[in-house]
C-alpha cells in the first residue's frame, strides 16, 4: 500500500485548503517572497516519518531566513538638497530687494518725479536698461560716494551671474550643480555651462548679500526710505483685481 501523502494545510483569511507534499514543494518558495502579514502559513504534517517532517522544517527554516539583498541608496544631487533651495531662494530675495533699492535710487537721482511717477517708469525697463538710465542720472544727482555706487552696480550687474540662475536648466552631481545658459545673440545661437560646487555657490550667494548691502549703504537708502517708495506701489496692488490664481 503506498504511503498516504503527507498534507499541508494553508490558512488564508480564514480559508483553509488542503495540498499535498508535492503541491506544497512548489508554492514554498513563491510564499517565500510573497507572504505579507494578512497571510500565516501554519504546516500540518498528518501523516510523515522523521526524515520527512525533518526536511520540511528545514526548508521552512531557509524561507525564514531568506533575505532581500540591500539596495545602496543613490546620492541625492546636490541641486534636490534643502541646502540648494534655500541658498538660491535666499538669493532671489536679495535679488528682489536690490532691484528695489535701485528704483528707489533712480527716484532719488531724479530729484523731481513722484515715487507713483518712478514706479511707471520703471516698469517699462528690463534691469539692464533701468541701470544704463540710473548711471545717466548719477552725474548730476547729489549722491556723495558716485565712483563707489558705479563700481558697485557693475559688479551687480556683471558678476550677479543673476540671468544664468533665472534662464538656466540643471545637471548636477552629490557635490555640484552646473548651470546650462542658452541664449541667442544677433540669431547667433551660444549655450554654456556654469558648473558650481556647493561651497562655492553658498560663498556667491553669501558674498551677493553683502554686495547688495554695501550698494544700500553706499547709496545712503535707509530702510524707511525703501519702504515708503515701495508703499507707493501699493495702490496700485489694491485696486487691481487680479490675484494670479491664488485664493482669497
Known amino acids: 500500500m503506498p504511503d498516504l501523502p503527507r498534507l499541508c494545510r494553508w490558512e488564508e483569511h480564514g480559508k483553509v485548503r488542503r495540498r499535498s507534499a508535492w503541491q506544497f ?41 531568506l533575505r532581500f539583498p540591500a539596495v545602496s541608496e543613490r546620492p541625492t544631487p546636490y541641486a534636490n538638497t ?4 534655500t541658498a538660491l531662494g535666499y538669493f532671489y530675495a536679495a535679488w528682489s530687494r536690490t532691484d528695489l533699492a535701485i528704483d528707489c535710487a533712480i527716484w532719488k537721482a531724479l530729484g523731481t518725479a513722484t515715487p507713483e511717477e518712478v514706479h511707471a517708469r520703471v516698469a517699462a525697463m528690463k534691469f539692464g536698461r533701468k541701470c544704463e538710465d540710473f548711471r ?20 551687480i550687474t556683471d558678476h550677479s551671474m543673476r540671468n544664468v540662475f533665472a534662464h538656466s536648466f540643471l545637471a548636477s552631481d552629490e557635490d555640484s550643480v552646473t548651470f546650462i545658459h542658452r541664449r541667442s545673440q544677433r540669431g547667433k545661437y551660444q549655450v554654456n ?25 553706499a547709496l545712503g537708502l535707509s530702510d524707511k526710505e525703501v519702504a515708503d517708495f515701495a508703499a507707493a506701489a501699493l495702490p496700485l496692488v489694491a485696486s487691481s483685481k487680479e490675484n494670479c490664481g491664488w485664493e482669497e
Open 136 to 155: 545717466s542720472l548719477l552725474p548730476a544727482s547729489k549722491f556723495e560716494n558716485i565712483e563707489e555706487v558705479e563700481a558697485l552696480l557693475t559688479r
Open 193 to 217: 555651462g556654469y558648473k558650481i560646487t556647493g561651497e562655492q555657490f553658498l560663498n556667491h550667494v553669501s558674498d551677493f548679500v553683502q554686495l547688495s548691502l554695501h550698494f544700500e549703504r
Open 82 to 85: 534643502t541646502a540648494f533651495y
Open 25 to 65: 514543494r512548489r508554492t514554498t518558495y513563491y510564499l517565500g517572497w510573497r507572504a505579507s502579514a494578512s497571510i500565516r502559513l501554519r504546516i500540518i504534517l498528518n501523516a510523515a516519518d522523521a526524515t520527512g517532517r525533518d526536511r520540511v522544517q528545514k526548508r521552512t527554516r531557509s524561507i525564514k531566513e
